[in-house]
């Protein structure tokens, strides 16, 4: 065999002359023949070139998406950044010669801005100017998301949202369409719609991982809520490095104002003078979008302004003053329209008076149960609230959001029932039963001295109580077996004395300076957590955490966290006899106050209130 003296590259030379790694023997190289070699050498080349070609234009074929987290040293130096303040678009480092792409022209999709969320979904906001127009009546089937390399993925309608009234889809990113950065925009088009193809290419999705998503105007600040900078409780951007840009999306001007708080995904800044917008007053003479943003400082000078969807609107002060509900109740809410009816009856039975929930995109008939309820009496009202992982900052909104119409504010899940022990003789209460109202302060707290702004309950967790599906008789009536240690507590909040900065630990809040919280223990009011249920519904809660800063349960972070299920792992695989776990009291006093309140006789036999 004839080999070369000199191979073009070192590694074929080495492969070529080196006994190993595969140990020929004088004999064996006698017998190779040209033909096996020249076989060897073309599929090690085309191997070789194969690997190279892949490492210029690397493939992504992850199920999971992982974004950077902001780099504030390295800002300044975005490639194809610009500092000016008429821009919200962050430029990737993209080399579009390396890939031609189409793009499909605005005139023959709905326009739209798209948002990248977890799990490869595509938020597409739909845009006011969009032609035509979006109308009330939507079907599921009606739409799709147009890729650039005209891959279609179905569209479905997610809702409106209410800050600034614009329709929203969601859609599939196809699985093609994730192996190459940038990832690029899809166009909303009707189905069976013709459309044009045209350059120059679409632009890249904004990620969900760094994105101004909502705002809120009260009398005296703009509250704007960011995903992205302040990443975990305790680690957070100094006010004095960030700026509030209020940008008319018209004629590019743009006014800017100090930040005064940052905390968590909430940043509070002072209110524009957009006097040089046309604008005449307050709640007169605007009729721009004038979209808002963070722009972060660093060393004192503009780096780096964040994506955003998020728009000002101006503060209205209410034209004629709302009663308010003393005690109200707020929750997040997904997919859980068959829990919704009991909760809201038990809960309004001892003391709530209005509820107040944020629908984190639910896709069940949460609201044709929402409808039905108000039908019957109950004071209902939803928030549309789309983005995901935001509980805490979705909290901070609803502090705000019900402020006009409520004094007390218990946040509560809707797996969790308050339950005082001292209510286990009460046959029937009335409305002027003090009930839930017997937790809060009994004297006027502006003429205490240290005043109680929050009333924090305890938590026992109760698990799947041999249950192997969903009771149909209610959370209250099927799971009876508990856990011997409390965990967490739940609060209710006197809206009033939250803090300036809105922090909150998911159901506790910080509070004024001066106010303090009152504690309950156990004798007095406790709340029942049914935490761990059947299997069924309990892998439902595994694959979908509603908080930004509880671990995530499919991460293999801090196992020993109280926040985990003890024993299950990092996958929603059931545990052998889940159905028996977390059962060392067996506690009953719900399931048979409840029983006694609201069991109801009727043709079919005994039901429960919530299932007639």
């Known amino acids: 065999m004839n080999i070369k003296k000199s191979p073009s590259t070192p590694l074929l030379r080495l492969l070529l002359i080196s006994p190993r790694p595969f140990e020929f023997s004088e004999t064996m190289r006698r017998k190779v023949s040209p033909a096996f070699l020249f076989l060897f050498l073309s599929v090690f080349l085309f191997a070789s070139f194969s690997l190279y070609?892949?490492?210029?234009?690397?493939?992504?074929?992850?199920?999971?998406?992982?974004?950077?987290?902001?780099?504030?040293?390295?800002?300044?130096?975005?490639?194809?950044?610009?500092?000016?303040?008429?821009?919200?678009?962050?430029?990737?480092?993209?080399?579009?010669?390396?890939?031609?792409?189409?793009?499909?022209?605005?005139?023959?999709?709905?326009?739209?801005?798209?948002?990248?969320l977890p799990g490869w979904e595509v938020l597409l906001i739909v845009l006011p100017e969009s032609t035509p127009p979006m109308t009330a009546s939507i079907s599921g089937n009606d739409f799709l998301c147009l890729y650039?390399?005209?891959?279609?993925?179905?569209?479905?309608?997610?809702?409106?949202?209410?800050?600034?009234n614009q329709t929203t889809f969601k859609c599939g990113l196809p699985k093609r369409n994730r192996r190459r950065l940038p990832f690029l925009s899809p166009v909303l088009i009707r189905s069976g719609e013709e459309f044009l193809v045209s350059s120059p290419p679409p632009e890249p999705m904004m990620r969900w991982t760094r994105l101004a998503y909502e705002s809120f105007t009260t009398e005296n600040d703009v509250v704007l809520f960011v995903k992205g900078l302040n990443h975990r409780q305790g680690i957070n951007l100094s006010?004095?490095?960030?700026?509030?840009?209020?940008?008319?999306?018209?004629?590019?001007?743009?006014?800017?104002?100090?930040?005064?708080?940052?905390?968590?995904?909430?940043?509070?800044?002072?209110?524009?003078?957009?006097?040089?917008?046309?604008?005449?007053?307050?709640?007169?003479?605007?009729?721009?979008?004038?979209?808002?943003?963070?722009?972060?400082?660093?060393?004192?000078?503009?780096?780096?302004?964040?994506?955003?969807?998020?728009?000002?609107?101006?503060?209205?002060?209410?034209?004629?003053?709302?009663?308010?509900?003393?005690?109200?109740a707020s929750t997040m809410v997904f997919d859980v329209a068959k829990f919704l009816r009991e909760w809201v009856m038990y809960h309004s039975k001892i003391g709530v008076e209005k509820f107040v929930l944020y629908d984190n995109d639910s896709d069940d008939d949460l609201m044709k149960v929402i409808k039905e309820l108000n039908q019957e009496g109950y004071n209902i009202e939803t928030f549309?609230?789309?983005?995901?992982?935001?509980?805490?900052?979705?909290?901070?909104?609803?502090?705000?959001?019900?402020?006009?119409?409520?004094?007390?504010?218990?946040?509560?899940?809707?797996?969790?029932?308050?339950?005082?022990?001292?209510?286990?003789?009460?046959?029937?209460?009335?409305?002027?039963?003090?009930?839930?109202?017997?937790?809060?302060?009994?004297?006027?707290?502006?003429?205490?001295?240290?005043?109680?702004?929050?009333?924090?309950?305890?938590?026992?967790?109760?698990?799947p109580s041999n249950q192997i599906t969903h009771p149909l008789e209610g959370v209250t009536q099927g799971y009876t077996c508990r856990r011997k240690e409390d965990n967490r507590h739940k609060s209710i909040v006197l809206l009033e004395a939250i803090e300036h900065s809105l922090l909150n630990a998911i159901h506790h809040f910080k509070l004024k300076e001066g106010y303090r919280t009152k504690p309950v223990s156990l004798e007095v009011a406790v709340v029942n957590h049914y935490k761990y249920q059947?299997?069924?519904?309990?892998?439902?809660?595994?694959?979908?955490?509603?908080?930004?800063?509880?671990?995530?349960?499919?991460?293999?972070?801090?196992?020993?966290?109280?926040?985990?299920?003890?024993?299950?792992?990092?996958?929603?695989?059931?545990?052998?006899?889940?159905?028996?776990?977390f059962c060392e009291v067996q506690d009953d006093r719900l399931k048979l106050l409840a029983q006694r309140w609201f069991e109801k006789q009727t043709m079919a036999g005994s039901k429960m209130a919530w299932q007639i």
């Not at 650039?148 to 600034?164: D, H, K, Q, W």
């Not at 004192?300 to 002060?317: D, H, L, Q, T």
């Not at 979908?544 to 990092?570: E, H, I, M, Q």
Request: hydrophobic share 35%.
């Open 239 to 328: 006010p004095k490095e960030l700026t509030c840009v209020f940008i008319d999306e018209t004629s590019n001007n743009s006014v800017r104002t100090a930040v005064s708080s940052s905390i968590q995904e909430v940043f509070r800044c002072e209110r524009p003078d957009l006097t040089s917008f046309g604008y005449g007053g307050e709640g007169n003479g605007l009729n721009k979008r004038i979209k808002v943003s963070l722009e972060i400082r660093h060393q004192g000078e503009s780096s780096f302004m964040m994506p955003s969807v998020a728009y000002y609107i101006p503060w209205r002060k209410l034209e004629i003053e709302r009663p308010k509900s003393l005690l109200c």
């Open 384 to 463: 549309f609230w789309i983005w995901p992982k935001t509980q805490e900052a979705g909290f901070s909104h609803a502090s705000l959001y019900a402020k006009d119409s409520c004094t007390w504010m218990m946040y509560l899940d809707v797996d969790e029932f308050v339950f005082a022990p001292s209510w286990v003789t009460s046959l029937q209460p009335s409305p002027d039963d003090p009930m839930l109202r017997s937790l809060l302060p009994k004297t006027q707290w502006w003429s205490d001295p240290r005043p109680i702004g929050q009333v924090s309950i305890r938590c026992n967790e109760f698990g």
């Open 534 to 581: 059947a299997w069924s519904e309990f892998k439902v809660k595994f694959r979908r955490r509603v908080s930004a800063y509880v671990v995530d349960w499919t991460k293999g972070l801090n196992p020993l966290s109280k926040d985990r299920a003890p024993g299950l792992g990092f996958e929603a695989v059931e545990p052998s006899g889940w159905e028996h776990k």
């Open 148 to 164: 650039p390399n005209n891959e279609t993925s179905p569209a479905r309608f997610s809702g409106v949202l209410p800050s600034t």
């Open 53 to 116: 070609f892949s490492s210029c234009n690397p493939i992504y074929a992850s199920t999971e998406i992982s974004f950077p987290s902001v780099n504030l040293t390295a800002i300044s130096k975005i490639p194809g950044y610009s500092s000016s303040s008429s821009s919200l678009a962050i430029k990737e480092d993209i080399n579009y010669l390396t890939r031609h792409v189409a793009s499909i022209q605005d005139s023959s999709g709905v326009k739209s801005v798209s948002v990248l």
